[in-house]
């Protein structure tokens, strides 16, 4: 059997509400699009009845290929494991469950990769999310823009399609704590952004909750930025010099007036705010000791439980 030119690999967390208009609108794809492709559908430990769907149309249709992980291990992983799956020759195509990323811009963004293009990523134009929500993804996006080592695309999320010889990259890359999209930037080569309208979520509730959401953004900020360090330093610094200059200030109030009075409320207030000082920063060079606690125990990223390929169960 040839390999197919595409893989498009697909994290589901949940995702019953939305599978079949999912499958329905691949189908159509797959069925209108020029080149072979793969569906890899991969189930990240759901409690309803996905990883069943995801069998059950494995077993009977050789383009999806069914990935059941043993738990919950979160969007980038479960990503990391449809990656690992590949066998594309030519581009893989990452997409969302959820049809919040429509799978027909896959035309386009393949057209760019034909004219030599590693990544072609989507920009979200639009984002039909709460006001409070969009503006959080925003102010993170812009932050992270000026603080990270790589330019990492603002409004870019994990939506592209890349060539095959990124995602080998990408595989090759052992890091615990991943941020696909930076990485990704890291790598370089050609990239691309195309601008789309970011749809609302087909059925049901985002699978993101908030602690998965800030977990993201943590090692987006941490693995791709020395900033909470640095500021860490800058802050010691500042307050060695500041500490000195009210020194001088009280010595030289001392000389020339004699007595100076002491405030008990102005000493309280200064431990207790470079109490707090000490304590973020430990906290933050903790966030980094955390990172090479994770990397050094060199852990597998993931556990597959089974794994269906050309209608064949594979341990
Ligand atoms: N997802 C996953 N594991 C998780 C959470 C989410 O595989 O722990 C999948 C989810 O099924 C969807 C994609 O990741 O296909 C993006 O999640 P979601 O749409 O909930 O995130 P949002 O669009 O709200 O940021
Ligand atoms: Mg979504």
Redesign the pocket.
Request: aromatic letters at 12%; glycine letters at 8%.
């Given at each position: 059997m040839s390999k197919p030119e595409v893989s498009i690999v697909?994290?589901?967390?949940?995702?019953e509400d939305v599978f079949t208009e999912l499958i329905e609108r691949l189908t159509k794809l797959i069925d209108s699009f020029h080149k072979k492709i793969e569906v890899i559908l991969?189930d990240?430990g759901s409690t309803d009845s996905t990883a069943l769907l995801i069998r059950e149309l494995a077993l009977k249709d050789e383009r999806f290929q069914s990935i059941i992980l043993s738990r919950?291990?979160?969007?980038q992983i479960?990503?990391s494991a449809g990656l690992r799956q590949i066998s594309a020759t030519e581009a893989v195509f990452i997409i969302?469950?959820?049809l919040?990323d429509p799978p027909e811009l896959l035309q386009q963004f393949y057209k760019l990769y034909e004219e030599g293009y590693d990544v072609v990523y989507a920009i979200r134009k639009n984002r039909k999310?709460g006001v409070l929500k969009k503006l959080a993804y925003a102010t993170f996006y812009r932050i992270m823009d000026k603080i990270s080592f790589v330019h990492i695309p603002l409004d870019a999320?994990d939506f592209s399609l890349i060539s095959a010889r990124m995602a080998k990259l990408l595989n090759e890359m052992p890091e615990e704590s991943r941020y696909l999209r930076g990485m990704r930037s890291w790598l370089g080569f050609k990239q691309i952004g195309v601008e789309y309208d970011r749809a609302k979520?087909i059925s049901g509730?985002?699978?993101?909750s908030l602690k998965?959401?800030l977990q993201l953004a943590f090692n987006g900020i941490f693995n791709f930025s020395e900033f909470p360090i640095k500021l860490i330093t800058n802050l010691g610094l500042l307050t060695i010099l500041s500490s000195l200059g009210y020194l001088f200030y009280v010595l030289a109030k001392k000389l020339i007036y004699g007595n100076v009075p002491e405030g008990f409320t102005g000493l309280l207030f200064v431990l207790v705010l470079f109490g707090g000082i000490q304590m973020l920063s430990l906290g933050l060079i903790g966030e980094y000791v955390l990172r090479i606690f994770f990397q050094i125990k060199q852990r597998p990223l993931f556990v597959i439980r089974e794994k269906i390929k050309n209608k064949k169960v594979e341990e």
């Open positions: 697909i994290p589901l967390y949940n995702e991969v990240d919950n291990f979160g969007h479960a990503l969302d469950a959820d919040q999310e999320g979520r509730e985002s699978k993101y998965k959401l």
